[in-house]
T-cell receptor, first 112, second 113 residues
Framework: EAQVTQNPRYLITVTGKKLTVTCSQN?????MSWYRQDPGLGLRQIYYSMNVEVTDKGDVPEGYKVSRKEKRNFPLILESPSPNQTSLYFC???????????FGPGTRLLVL | GQQLNQSPQSMFIQEGEDVSMNCTSS?????WLWYKQDPGEGPVLLIALYKAGELTSNGRLTAQFGITRKDSFLNISASIPSDVGIYFCAGSPMKTSYDKVIFGPGTSLSVIP
């Protein structure tokens, strides 16, 4: 089954404790991106990647890092999480920049 | 930065009624997208628009790319209970691209059986 998976689905952590949210897709998609969703603000793009080793900043990249060492994986790294990074995070992928994006199920993060 | 506004913020309608919602921007977009999000899931693309004035349908859904390129509209005809969810518009200044895509805050739709 074609899908985008994210882990963990739920995470509670404390300020400053590094964490990684994984994203994996099994559709051989080249294009992947990360979004955060906050009430009243919709989804905001954090980072995107057009292919292996090619990443670029989206709208709200501060406090986040990404890497794209393999085509199927696009982890989101929070080196020193802060409470304002409490949010619902979505990973998405598509064949390229012009095709339909498929979203993962979301990761709900709470930073205390 | 760029922002999208959606209206209405929420709506409650009777099953069978038609629904209209819109999305406006202070700047020009070259791609407009409409998504639906069900509770606990990620957004699903409903319709993509790439040309000013374009009118595109997907079943009971019809969306239009505004002539000014600063707005877009989504209509749902003969609503049914499974239409419940949050509808997001999204725009990109790029042509047919998800780079720098901006999402609206969403319109929450409730359908009363």
């Amino acid at each position: 089954e074609a899908q985008v998976t994210q882990n963990p689905r739920y995470l509670i952590t404390v300020t400053g404790k590094k964490l990684t949210v994984t994203c994996s897709q099994n559709m051989n998609h080249e294009y992947m991106s990360w979004y955060r969703q906050d009430p009243g603000l919709g989804l905001r793009q954090i980072y995107y990647s057009m292919n292996v080793e090619v990443t670029d900043k989206g709208d709200v990249p501060e406090g986040y890092k990404v890497s794209r060492k393999e085509k199927r994986n696009f982890p989101l790294i929070l080196e020193s999480p802060s409470p304002n990074q409490t949010s619902l995070y979505f990973c998405a992928s598509s064949w390229d920049r012009e095709e339909t994006q498929y979203f993962g199920p979301g990761t709900r993060l709470l930073v205390l | 930065g760029q922002q999208l506004n959606q209206s209405p913020q929420s709506m409650f309608i009777q099953e069978g009624e038609d629904v209209s919602m819109n999305c406006t921007s202070s700047s020009i977009f070259n791609t407009w997208l409409w998504y639906k999000q069900d509770p606990g899931e990620g957004p699903v693309l409903l319709i993509a628009l790439y040309k000013a004035g374009e009118l595109t349908s997907n079943g009971r859904l019809t969306a239009q790319f505004g002539i000014t390129r600063k707005d877009s509209f989504l209509n749902i005809s003969a609503s049914i209970p499974s239409d419940v969810g949050i509808y997001f518009c999204a725009g990109s200044p790029m042509k047919t691209s998800y780079d720098k895509v901006i999402f609206g805050p969403g319109t929450s739709l409730s359908v009363i059986p």
